[in-house]
T-cell receptor, first 114, second 111 residues
């Protein structure tokens, strides 16, 4: 149980294009979903907290117009990197919470912007 | 904000030996202490967790101990195997359900 998937697993795009990443909770309904990014050999940095039907809460320093989050249902949240640039290349990971404090993480999406 | 300090940052052990990773926290209100394992190119995986009303929890080769007085909790892996090689995290849990990750511990099990 508590399986979270992400799609795509990796994506390469040209600079200036937008990329959408999906995060799904497969066998449970998630109260909250979280988006992180991780640079090589570094820690996970929380980008935003997403609740179904409401606007995402972004962490300080994260541009909400750059990283659009849509939480359409209790099992799906999407992160869109708009007008991507090479510095946006990173490993993006989502997680989902049912109740309590435990977060279940997806497998991650590796984004490479050329 | 209040952080979790994790030690050591890197750890190498021989296969079959034990590994111990320690996290120290400062918020006395903390009541949930998870451990995650992240393999290269993958998302973190919850391997064990403990709540503040419990002192120790064990699951096969993995155990977590909590010392509330000293404000630290430790991950113990016995009979280590090469597949235990990964980065281990003990994120700080907050009242808003967010996790704040530290730098982690890179464990290498030498065959």
């Amino acid at each position: 149980g508590a399986v979270v998937s992400q799609h795509p697993s990796r994506v390469i795009c040209k600079s200036g294009t937008s990329v959408k990443i999906e995060c799904r909770s497969l066998d449970f309904q998630a109260t909250t979903m979280f988006w992180y990014r991780q640079f090589p050999k570094q820690s996970l940095m929380l980008m935003a907290t997403s609740n179904e039907g409401s606007k995402a809460t972004y962490e300080q320093g994260v541009e909400k117009d750059k990283f659009l989050i849509n939480h359409a249902s209790l099992t799906l949240s999407t992160l869109t990197v708009t007008s991507a640039h090479p510095e946006d290349s990173s490993f993006y990971i989502c997680s989902a919470r049912v109740d309590g404090q435990t977060q279940y993480f997806g497998p991650g999406t590796r984004l490479l912007v050329l | 904000g209040e952080n979790v300090e994790q030690h050591p940052s890197t750890l190498s052990v021989q296969e079959g030996d034990s590994a111990v990773i320690k996290c120290t926290y400062s918020d006395s209100a903390s009541n949930y202490f998870p451990w995650y394992k992240q393999e290269l190119g993958k998302g973190p995986q919850l391997i064990i967790d403990i709540r503040s009303n419990v002192g120790e929890k064990k699951d096969q080769r993995i155990a977590v101990t909590l010392n509330k007085t000293a404000k630290h909790f430790s991950l113990h892996i016995t009979e280590t195997q090469p597949e235990d090689s990964a980065v281990y995290f003990c994120p700080r849990t907050t009242g808003t359900y967010k996790y704040i990750f530290g730098t982690g511990t890179r464990l290498k099990v030498l065959a």
